[in-house]
């Protein structure tokens, strides 16, 4: 299907990112490859669910997805502190880490237990595959550990160009854009039913705006 080929592209484009990243560049920052391994991670995660053919093989793609989903906003945190010349303790840094593996299991308990998801089903919309899901008690969960996460990265850019930390405008700019449009993605994603996750798309993106700093 259309859908499943789209999705095989963004995997290909960010399979072919993370080994550009890791082969091309002579300086490497492990956050940033953490970032374009995450990427690819969830892209994985969407294609493989686009061509599930039963339950397993669908809520183990969306496991993949989540893992990516999961480390991807603690990976662009830490290179946003790092370019705005902000410092975390160690207790903070460890607990937004462990924050990111209480998450994923969370979000990948489904087909173990009830509380993220209370029912799954299959369903396929334009020839890909789609997972049908009644949210759990626990799904909020996953919204408050995003909101968290961005609220972070705003106050840290804000916090930065207050205290002039940042060096130039346009650095600020690519920062604060790679933010807000996947928050915008987001929450589109939440208010209008999509049959494409959007964000696997806006996650290059988000790849190339902080590659180009």
Known sequence: SSVAIVYGVT???SLLLLIGYCTLLKKKEMWYATLFASVFIVNVGYFSLSISTTIEEA??????????????????LMIIKNHCDVRFNKFLTSGFILSSIVVFLIAASPGYLDIYYKSVSLDTIN???????????WHCVYLFYLLTYFSTMIGTITYSIIKRKISTAIR??????????????????????IDFEIL?????????FLLSL
Not at 59 to 76: F, T
Not at 200 to 208: C, F
């Open 11 to 13: 995997t290909v484009l």
């Open 59 to 76: 809520l183990l793609a969306n496991r993949i997805a989540y893992l990516g989903s999961a480390v991807l906003p603690l990976a662009m």
């Open 127 to 137: 020839g890909a595959t789609v997972l049908i899901k009644e949210y759990g008690s």
């Open 172 to 193: 600020a700019t690519i920062l604060a854009s790679a933010v807000f449009m996947n928050i915008g993605v987001w929450m589109l994603e939440q208010i209008v039913r």
């Open 200 to 208: 696997s798309v806006s996650y290059i993106i988000t790849e190339l």
